[in-house]
């Protein structure tokens, strides 16, 4: 099979940039001659595919893994990994801001150096990235093929031109940004999640399209490098999904940092004029245009189904949901599963790494574990972070399962109070008249860190009554769940409870 040069990135190429592309997709790289059947073939080597490949070939099963671009897939390469590690930086910025509501003085001004904060992320990336390497795959004994797979049959798909037979296989092909239509933003040039780390120069203006987590994560941390931020988000509210009270308290931090975040507004054109990009915004009938250096779009995710000639293996599909599986992952070809965002509504790289487990227990044994029997937190990496697992109070209500809601404001902790992180809540739903947890949204700091507490409970089975028992360390923000659980067990003491401990007590003065 031919070889092939490895990556389209821009960012320059330094020592990290160089070590990232020979883990990901080593120039000169020669696939190999491939086995007469593969037990599984995976098509996608993000963190599906990479989980589920590793996962059967330590089982012992002969496995190909094939990729057309980078291992690592988003994740690694252009998602989480480079934006958790700039937003880091962004955070040390705005704290550097406050220096002095820490009792701490910054000598001089504050000058963001754009480049080295791209420099530490590559660096980073590149570090991460050994564990998603070609040499890791290649040890355990994976055959890595790079090249886009085409499926010819039910059993066979061909790379670029080699035909490759398999018992089963797994589509991992992920997704990518949802473009939208905008008359002339493509003419003038605009930045995804696919090429917004390879700057190197900081945009002085920066208008961000789409009001979800990842235009949130991004726009909070580029107004904090210092871009003069605007947020234009076509919904009435930002970040749709999660409780109004937690996007409340997000909006209340953009207001300080100083992002700009227009609701119900469309971005209906764009232009270029004397080299800055003018932008038409429309908010219900007021019209206004924004001059910006670049624009970020996040205004969703596409599941990679094209080019794969799924109608050739029988596997149903939609454009927009992706690859069509039952709870087992299965697709309409019971040889081909499916896993992570090409057929996930919950496009997260955990929920990958579990659907690929899943599917490699399912079609390589006679396994029946199911999607809907995971429970699955995420959170949106802001400042501070929106944490959330289980059910949402208006799903309860649309479910009619009646909840009662335990509420703990963070300044209500004593850690939070003194790392000056008091902004937001914890909120531990319960069904009426027990301690099972149905669901939790917690705002804070460290939320993705504290929702995983509470995620275990769930999955073990553990009400707020067993966590009200539970020792947390002082002071630590996780407190604020103990808080919760106290709270629950001071609402079941009852008048006639409380009457009967009035008198046991009575009879010991
Ligand atoms: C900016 C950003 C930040 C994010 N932050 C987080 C976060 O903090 N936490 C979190 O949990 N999630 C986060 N996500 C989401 C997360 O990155 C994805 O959910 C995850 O990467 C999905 O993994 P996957 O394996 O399903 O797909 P991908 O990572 O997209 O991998 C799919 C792979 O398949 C390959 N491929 C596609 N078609 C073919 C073909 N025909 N032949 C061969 N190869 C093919 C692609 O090249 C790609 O490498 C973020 C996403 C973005 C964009």
């Given at each position: ?21 020979e ?27 990479l989980?589920?490949?590793h996962a ?16 690592g ?57 050994r ?20 499926f ?21 092909t ?10 002339g ?5 605009y ?6 780390f ?6 002085r ?18 107004c ?38 227009r ?8 232009r ?18 924004v ?16 080019g794969?000639?799924?109608e050739?293996?029988?596997v ?30 919950h ?58 809601t335990f509420?703990i ?11 000056g ?8 739903h319960?069904?009426?008249g ?76």
């Amino acid at each position: 099979m031919p070889t092939r040069n490895n990556s389209s990135s821009t960012a320059p190429l330094d020592k990290a940039e160089r070590e990232r592309r020979e883990n990901v997709h080593p120039d000169g790289w020669r696939n190999p001659v491939p086995a007469a059947c593969y037990s599984l073939v995976v098509i996608g080597a993000g963190t599906a595919g990479l989980v589920a490949a590793h996962a059967a070939a330590a089982l012992g099963a002969k496995v190909a893994l094939i990729e057309r671009h980078l291992l690592g897939g988003d994740c690694l390469n252009v998602g989480c990994v480079p934006s958790k590690a700039i937003i880091r930086t962004s955070r040390l910025y705005a704290e550097m801001r406050h220096a002095t509501s820490y009792g701490a003085q910054i000598p001089g001004d504050i000058r963001v150096d754009f480049s080295a904060v791209m420099q530490r992320m590559r660096g980073i990336r590149a570090r991460i990235s050994r564990a998603d390497s070609v040499r890791r795959l290649t040890d355990a004994g994976v055959d890595v093929v790079f090249g886009t797979a085409r499926f010819t049959g039910s059993e066979t798909l061909t790379v670029d031109g080699t035909t490759l037979r398999f018992k089963k296989a797994i589509i991992a092909t992920g997704s990518r940004p949802d473009m939208p239509s905008i008359p002339g933003l493509v003419e003038a040039g605009y930045l995804t999640n696919e090429n917004v780390f390879d700057l190197t120069e900081l945009p002085r203006r920066l208008l961000v399209i789409g009001g979800g987590p990842l235009g949130c994560e991004l726009a909070q941390a580029f107004c904090r490098f210092g871009s003069k931020t605007i947020i234009a988000q076509s919904w009435p509210l930002f970040l749709p999904l999660e409780e109004r009270d937690a996007a409340q308290i997000l909006s209340d931090a953009f207001a300080r940092d100083g992002v700009e975040v227009r609701l119900n507004t469309r971005a209906v054109n764009v232009r270029v004029e004397a080299g800055q990009k003018l932008v038409d915004l429309v908010s219900d009938d007021h019209k206004s245009t924004v001059a910006v250096d670049a624009i970020l779009t996040g205004t969703g995710r596409v599941p990679n189904v094209e080019g794969l000639n799924l109608e050739a293996a029988g596997v149903h599909y939609d454009a927009d949901d992706g690859i069509c599986v039952n709870d087992f992952l299965q697709t309409s070809n019971r040889r081909i599963y499916a896993a992570g965002d090409a057929c996930l509504e919950h496009k997260f790289t955990h929920t990958a790494d579990a659907s690929a487990r899943i599917v490699v227990r399912n079609a390589l044994f006679p396994g029946r574990q199911r999607l809907s029997a995971l429970t699955i937190p995420w959170c949106t990496y802001t400042d501070p972070e929106i944490a959330h697992v289980g059910l949402y109070v208006r799903q309860a209500h649309n479910e009619d399962i009646s909840v009662k809601t335990f509420t703990i404001p963070m300044h209500d902790v004593d850690r939070a109070i003194a790392d000056g992180e008091e902004a937001g809540f914890v909120k531990i739903h319960v069904k009426e008249g027990t301690d099972r947890i149905l669901g939790a949204t917690i705002v804070a700091r460290h939320a993705g860190e504290m929702i995983n507490e509470i995620t275990l409970a769930m999955v073990a089975g553990i009400g707020l009554r067993a966590l009200a028992r539970v020792i947390h360390a002082y002071p630590t923000q996780g407190e604020a769940i103990k808080k919760a659980a106290d709270a629950y067990s001071r609402s079941r003491l009852t008048p006639f409870r409380k009457g009967l401990l009035r008198r046991w007590l009575r009879g010991w003065a």
